[in-house]
T-cell receptor, first 114, second 115 residues
Framework: NAGVTQTPKFQVLKTGQSMTLQCAQD?????MSWYRQDPGMGLRLIHY???????DQGEVPNGYNVSRSTTEDFPLRLLSAAPSQTSVYFC?????????????FGSGTQLSVL | AQSVTQLDSQVPVFEEAPVELRCNYS??????LFWYVQYPNQGLQLLLK??????LVKGINGFEAEFNKSQTSFHLRKPSVHISDTAEYFC?????????????FGKGTLLTVNP
């Protein structure tokens, strides 16, 4: 049981490049979400999903896309990276949206956009 | 919409001293409240939560928090801290019921425990 796995751990991009941050969980969790963490800003919700085929926007969705084709995977896509997207990204999941108190977090992806 | 304010961005204390990390929230409806801890280079872990019932909530590692509805606060306390408690602590709130699936975090408080 690996929990929530994020890849890569580190990534450097040039402005305008695209990439996908991967998130996978092996706990059969319905609810998955992406947060970004910036110094002095706490964690801000980017997108979330309450089940396969269902996604919705969080607080800061602009510049990011998500999809949820399977229960296990919830990739986050940066379409055209910008320096403002330099951040640490966390994926989190829980058994259902009703159980936010049991959120499991991945170890994070540190992204730098030059 | 709900919001969370953590009043101190940094709290330095000496080992074995008591500590209180302050959290206030704003919401027009009832909420669930949480404290998460983030150790260096790691993801977040749930420390404790208030869903209903007793307003004094005990969590892991000797931490506790008290929900005060009249003051809209959920301060985190520990009577005697250890070096290993050095971490960033996040207060979070979620609206009770409805279709709001969003957990809103505060900006965090960095607790540094010095020998």
């Amino acid at each position: 049981n690996a929990g929530v796995t994020q890849t890569p751990k580190f990534q450097v991009l040039k402005t305008g490049q695209s990439m996908t941050l991967q998130c996978a969980q092996d706990m059969n969790h319905e609810y998955m979400s992406w947060y970004r963490q910036d110094p002095g800003m706490g964690l801000r919700l980017i997108h979330y999903s309450v089940g396969a085929g269902i996604t919705d926007q969080g607080e800061v969705p602009n510049g990011y896309n998500v999809s949820r084709s399977t229960t296990e995977d919830f990739p986050l896509r940066l379409l055209s990276a910008a320096p403002s997207q330099t951040s640490v990204y966390f994926c989190a999941s829980s058994y259902s949206w009703r159980e936010h108190e049991k959120l499991f977090f991945g170890s994070g992806t540190q992204l730098s956009v030059l | 919409a709900q919001s969370v304010t953590q009043l101190d961005s940094q709290v330095p204390v000496f080992e074995e001293a008591p500590v209180e990390l302050r959290c206030n929230y704003s919401s027009s409806v009832s909420v669930y409240l949480f404290w998460y801890v983030q150790y260096p280079n790691q993801g977040l872990q749930l420390l404790l939560k208030y869903l209903s019932g007793s307003t004094l909530v005990k969590g892991i590692n000797g931490f506790e928090a008290e929900f005060n509805k009249s003051q809209t606060s959920f301060h985190l306390r520990k009577p005697s801290v250890h070096i290993s408690d050095t971490a960033e602590y996040f207060c979070a709130v979620m609206i009770m019921g409805g279709s709001n699936y969003k957990l809103t975090f505060g900006k965090g408080t960095l607790l540094t425990v010095n020998p």
